[in-house]
Each structure stands twice: as C-alpha cells, then as structure tokens.
C-alpha cells in the first residue's frame, strides 16, 4: 500500500478554516516543517499578524495533544516552501503527499513536478481549505473568480421585414421536427416588449411585434431549430411559426405552469424556498455556459417559478448564441463595463454575465431587494451601479445609506462568508463569481 503523507504549510496554519478542517477530518497524522516553526516565531517577534498567529497556536496545540502531530527536520533552507518542494522531490517518489496551502506560488511550483518527465514522481494533491472546512484545489479557489473581459461591439441587422403579424383568430402554421399543424390563435395572455405569447395545449406561441421581426431574428430563429437544444429547465426552441404569407413571425415552446420570479419575490419569505429557487436557476444558467450559451437578458421577469419551486428560463429567442448578440437588457442588471452603451450591439463574455447573476442572486435572498438600494442618494440606480456603490458592510454594521427598515436585519441574517462574498461582487470590477462558486455557498447556506 502507498503511505501518503499530509502536510500543512505556514499559511494555512494561519487560516482558521484549516482548524475546521482538521476538527472533522479522520487523517491521523500531519505533518509541520521546523521552517514553519521558525517562521511563525519570527512574525511573533516582529508582533505582525496577531491574530493569525493565535490561530496558528491553537491548530498546533490541537495535533500536538491529540497526537496528530509530526515535526519533520529539514536542514536544506530557512523557509518553509522551500523544504516543502525539496521533500517532493526527494520523498515523492516512495509516498503520495497531500500539500495544504493557501499560497497559489507554491501551488503552481509543486504542479510542475506532474510535467516532470525524467523523474516517475509519486501523486501530489495541492489543496485549500475553504470557508466550510473543506479542502478544494487551491489554484481552483482562487480561480473562482474570473477576470472580466470586455465585449466585443458587432453590427447586427435592423432590417425590419414587413409581413402580416397574426393576431387572435387568425390562421399560423406551426412547424417542427414532430409536426407540421394548422392554428388558430387564441386570446393572448400575455404581452412583452417583444411580442405576443398565445396558450396552445402544452405549448407557449411567441409572435413578434413588427418592430421586432427583423432579418437577424428570423435567421436566429432557424438556428436555434436547426440546433434542437435540450437544456432541462430552459424553454427551447421546438417550432417555426409561419403567418398566411409563409414568412416566419414567431416560435412555440414548451408551456411552464409558473409565476415569473418578479412576482413569487413579492411574496417569497421563506428562506428555505429561497435558497432552493436560487440553486434552481443557478443550476440552469450554468448548463447554458457550459454549452456557450449566454441568458443575457437576466431578469426576474424571464425566469418561471411553480408551486415546487422548480425554475424555467423562458425568452431564449433573446439568447446570446453563436454570433448572434442578445439585443436586450434591463438597465438595473446592466453591468459597470457597459454602463451608457447598448448592450444590445455587443457579443458578450460569460464574465459579463455574473455582475447580473449575483444581483439575482442578491435579490432572491433579500426578499426582493436590489444591492445598490440606498436610503438617500442624488445618484441614479445606474449610477450606482457604475460607480459600485454598495452600502452595506462586511461587519453587519448599518452605514449612513443602508436602506432603511428590515434590509441590514435581513443582511446580517446572511452568514459572514455570504456577506464577504457580496460585499466583493458589488465592490469591485476586477473579476467575478462563477455560478459553481455561488452554488457551493448555498449548499452550506
């Protein structure tokens, strides 16, 4: 059997995550290098990093008494890194080590020893401990933002195409791999800034407005039948509608019995129901992305919730897809980068798209409530926005336009990590959360 060893080195001994770690964790031994010894004592002398240095005492008394803790010599160098990848690669060749770290240098230094080709190197596991106790990747974790990108401005058609828009009681002819059917179109129920939405059996006709049917859309239509996507929970294109002249003026997809968001947010208490609709949508977004596919117009308006609090994304027709742009947007998701520019003339990165997802995600979990409401403020929502400016604390602490009422109660509910975390996403323009990243703070929600 291969003995693997675990190591801690000095920063992590430092982070008090790693405490929860090792408390609910059944390996039997760690070891600690005397270089991590000596560089703890001389932060000590020089009183830097109090606190972290506590942290770092009661780890090592805690191995030290359970008897979990091994010391190992090294003559080799003074610092604590450096005799972590000598060991490697003197040691790793008869034992796997698992390295804890939160020093991402070290980590990319240790990964080389996996490219490394004259030597047959046992395995080297370079892990984390992150805000629930748990190990992760360490480049992984601080990979789980991502840096953003600008969009790329692109000229799409405005040609309009001048046919007959149905209407209620009028004839279409909806085509799709299954069927080819005549229709008559019922009342609509429903009416957008796009279009129209009829009630058909088990399907939702979309019929554009004619200052809405252009060139690009239909041609956007066609290959997103040509496609056939799948995504559970996504609304998919699954027909073409023809009007009496055989011109293309709209699209079925499946009917979802639901609420959309903006009004189950009206009403939504209940943090359990919450936390479960968010994943939901979470969940869906994510399946987009991985199949480069953006939402692009997210907003409560285009997302359906039912009773079970099971999500459908509707409006794919907006879609960002292959090179076709999303051409709409709601200004109170409009990220910083494009702030007074229309949107709608850019192909965007999936980094755009987090600013949006965690304001969402923000509002699902505050009853509603948008991150850059203020009490008072001469600025503009979207001036907010651009300059981000987020008035609540990491500490919990009311600032002086905090919104007033339940808001910083309902804030402070939130754990301490969820607070970091938004704190970060509407503080700075940097990089951003991924949908993955979020999901693994609701499940310890």
């Not at 977004?285 to 099971?310: F, T, Y």
């Amino acid at each position: 059997m291969i003995q693997k060893i675990v190591v801690i080195d000095t920063c992590a001994l430092m982070n008090k995550n790693t405490l929860k770690f090792i408390s609910k964790s059944n390996i039997p031994r760690f070891c600690v290098f005397e270089e991590s010894f000596q560089e703890l004592k001389k932060l000590q002398n020089k009183g830097k990093n109090l606190e972290k240095l506590k942290t770092a005492s009661k780890i090592l008394d805690s191995l030290n008494k359970k008897n979990r803790l091994i010391r190992v010599n090294s003559s080799a160098t003074n610092h604590a890194d450096a005799a972590i990848l000598s060991r490697v690669h003197d040691g790793a060749i008869k034992k796997d080590m698992l390295i804890i770290t939160d020093d991402k240098n070290l980590a990319r230094d240790l990964l080389k020893t996996k490219t490394c080709k004259s030597v047959n190197y046992r395995d080297v596991y370079i892990k984390k401990v992150d805000e629930f106790g748990d190990l992760i990747d360490t480049l992984a974790y601080f990979g789980k933002q991502k840096s953003v990108k600008e969009g790329v401005k692109v000229e799409g058609s405005k040609t309009l195409i001048k046919t007959y828009i149905p209407e209620k009681n009028d004839k279409i002819k909806l085509i799709s791999k299954e069927q080819e059917v005549d229709i008559v179109l019922p009342e609509s129920l429903v009416q957008g800034g796009e279009g129209k939405i009829y009630f058909y059996g088990e399907l939702a006709i979309k019929i554009f407005h004619a200052n809405k049917l252009t060139q690009e859309r239909v041609e956007k239509l066609k290959l997103l039948s040509d496609k056939n996507i799948t995504i559970p929970n996504v609304a998919t294109v699954n027909g073409i509608v023809f009007n009496k002249m055989n011109d293309i003026v709209g699209y079925s997809m499946k009917k979802f019995h639901g609420k959309t968001l903006e009004r189950v947010l009206l009403t939504l208490r209940d943090k359990d129901n919450a936390k479960e609709i968010a994943k939901n949508i979470l969940t869906t977004i994510n399946k987009l992305h991985k199949k480069n596919i953006l939402m692009g117009d997210i907003n409560p308006s285009n997302i359906l919730v039912d009773d079970n609090n099971q999500i459908c994304l509707i409006d794919m027709d907006s879609y960002q897809i292959d090179n076709y742009p999303c051409y709409v947007f709601k200004e109170e998701f409009l990220p910083p980068e494009f702030s007074g520019e229309n949107i709608g003339t850019y192909m965007r990165d999936v980094s755009n798209e987090y600013f949006p997802i965690s304001i969402l995600l923000f509002k699902i979990l505050m009853n509603g409530k948008h991150p850059y409401d203020q009490r008072q403020s001469e600025k503009t929502l979207s001036e907010r926005i651009k300059t981000l400016d987020f008035k609540y604390s990491i500490d919990g602490k009311e600032l002086e336009n905090t919104p007033k009422g339940i808001w910083n109660s309902l804030w402070n509910e939130l754990p301490e990590y969820m607070r970091l975390h938004f704190y970060k996403a509407f503080t700075q323009n940097e990089k951003r959360y991924t949908c993955e990243f979020w999901l693994k703070l609701l499940k310890n929600l």
